[in-house]
């Protein structure tokens, strides 16, 4: 593929067209035969939007419509860092009721949190791998025509 080509009218069509259809910006690419930031650029010249279709109301706080990173997290290990502190904190005579109703939810939450933490990097690896997909998919049906 050649460093750098003019963009023709079909090229710009094409660009318009896959993202109104909600297409990904890799996916754009790819069809484009171009690298995501020359997309980027040019839709940014053209005030052309690349808005991905939103997901289900059950499952708006996917990585990808939430635009959540890793390093915003607090670690599993964090987490169990947690639960430690307010175990060890458990044992200690003398606690009222309401330091054990806050340390128990503490030991809730940090559970949860572990399976939720499990799930996100699941679900992580799972959209990273339909994009691969998708691009994939564009490059053999452009190649194909």
Do not use: C, H
């Amino acid at each position: 593929m050649p460093k750098w080509r003019r963009w023709t009218n079909k090229d710009l069509e094409l660009l318009k067209q896959l993202a109104k259809e909600g297409k990904k910006w890799e996916v754009i690419a790819a069809e484009l035969g171009r690298s995501v930031e020359a997309v980027q650029k040019k839709a940014r010249r053209l005030g052309v939007d690349v808005v991905v279709y939103p997901p289900p109301p059950s499952l708006q706080t996917t990585t990808t419509s939430a635009k959540l990173e890793t390093k915003e997290l607090i670690t599993v290990q964090r987490a169990l860092e947690i639960l430690a502190a307010a175990l060890e904190k458990s044992v200690k005579p003398g606690l009222d009721s309401i330091e054990i109703q806050r340390l128990n939810a503490v030991s809730t939450l940090a559970r949860t949190y572990e399976n939720l933490f499990a799930r996100f990097m699941q679900y992580r690896e799972i959209e990273k791998r339909v994009v691969e997909l998708e691009v994939k998919y564009a490059r053999l049906a452009k190649e194909k025509t």
